[in-house]
C-alpha cells in the first residue's frame, strides 16, 4: 500500500469514530517524531503494538480485501500464561462495506465481536475439525449477546448496531459490512496479530508499505524500523 492511501484511511477513519463518540487515546495523534521522542515513557505501547493498523492482506485491493483497525490497549502473554494480571485487550476496527475480512481463527484468543454503529455486519461462521483447522462441513455454537447460537456451516450473523458475538479459539470466520461501513469493537483476551492469526488462505496479515510521503502517523507495523 502508499503511504499517501494509509494516510488518508487515518484521516477517514478518525472521522467516523468520531461520529460515533467514541474518541482515541492521546498517542494516536503523535507524529513520528513525537513518537521518537518519547518512545521511552511509551515503550508498553509499542511492546503491545497499540495503535494504528491498516491492512491489505498483501492482496493489494484495500476496498475489497481489508481492514481499519486501531489498538486502544493490550495485555501480557505472560500474565496469560500465569492467570492473572493484564490478560485482555480492546480494539476499534471499520469494515467497509462488501470489504472482506477473510476467513481464519485463532489459537488463544478468544473475542467479542461488537457492532459499536453504522449499518449491518455479517459474520460467516465455520467450526474446526480435531485439529483445529478450518472444516467446511462443521458448525458450532456462538454467543450472541450471552444468547446461545447454534450455526450451520457457513451460516452468515448479521448484527445490528448494539450486538455481538463471542468468538473462541477455533470459531472460523471471516466478516464484512453489508449496506454500509460499520464500527466495530472487539475485547479479548491478549492480542498477538503476528502469531495467532491462523488465514484458511495463504495470506499476509500486514501490507508492504510504498514510502511515497512521510507518514501521518506510525503503523504498529512500523514500530521496529522506526523507532528502532
Same mark, same amino acid.
Given at each position: ?11 477517514? &477513519?478518525? !472521522?467516523? @469514530?468520531?461520529?460515533? $463518540?467514541?474518541? =482515541? ?5 503523535? %507524529?513520528? +517524531? ?75 484468543? &478468544?473475542? !467479542?465481536? @461488537?457492532?459499536?454503529? $453504522?449499518?449491518? =455486519? ?5 467450526? %474446526?475439525? +480435531? ?86 502517523? =506510525? ?10
Amino acid at each position: 500500500m502508499k503511504r499517501s492511501r494509509i494516510n488518508a484511511i487515518m484521516a477517514e &477513519a478518525h !472521522d467516523l @469514530i468520531r461520529t460515533h $463518540g467514541f474518541v =482515541l487515546p492521546p498517542f494516536a495523534n503523535w %507524529s513520528p +517524531d513525537t513518537f521518537a521522542a518519547r518512545k521511552d515513557a511509551a515503550r508498553h505501547v509499542i511492546d503491545a503494538r497499540c495503535g494504528w493498523d491498516i491492512t491489505d492482506y498483501g492482496a493489494g485491493a484495500f476496498d475489497t480485501l481489508g481492514l481499519f483497525l486501531f489498538t486502544l490497549r493490550n495485555g501480557r502473554l505472560a500474565d496469560l500464561q500465569r492467570g492473572g494480571g493484564m490478560c485482555y485487550a480492546e480494539k476499534l476496527l471499520i469494515s467497509r462495506q462488501d470489504q472482506l475480512s477473510p476467513m481464519h481463527t485463532h489459537v488463544i484468543k &478468544a473475542e !467479542d465481536i @461488537i457492532n459499536r454503529g $453504522g449499518a449491518t =455486519l455479517v459474520i460467516e461462521l465455520y467450526g %474446526s475439525d +480435531d485439529q483445529g483447522g478450518f472444516a467446511e462441513d462443521k458448525g458450532g455454537t456462538v454467543y450472541c449477546d450471552g444468547i446461545r447460537v447454534d450455526y450451520a456451516p457457513g451460516e452468515k450473523l448479521k448484527l445490528a448496531p448494539g450486538e455481538s458475538v463471542t468468538l473462541m479459539p477455533g470459531d472460523w470466520h471471516a466478516f464484512w459490512g453489508e449496506g454500509g461501513d460499520v464500527l466495530i469493537g472487539e475485547v479479548s483476551t491478549v492480542n498477538d496479530d503476528e502469531t495467532d492469526n491462523i488465514f484458511r488462505e495463504p495470506i499476509g496479515r500486514f501490507s508492504t508499505i510504498e514510502e511515497d510521503v512521510p507518514p501521518t502517523h =506510525l503503523l504498529v507495523s512500523d514500530y521496529a524500523t522506526w523507532l528502532a
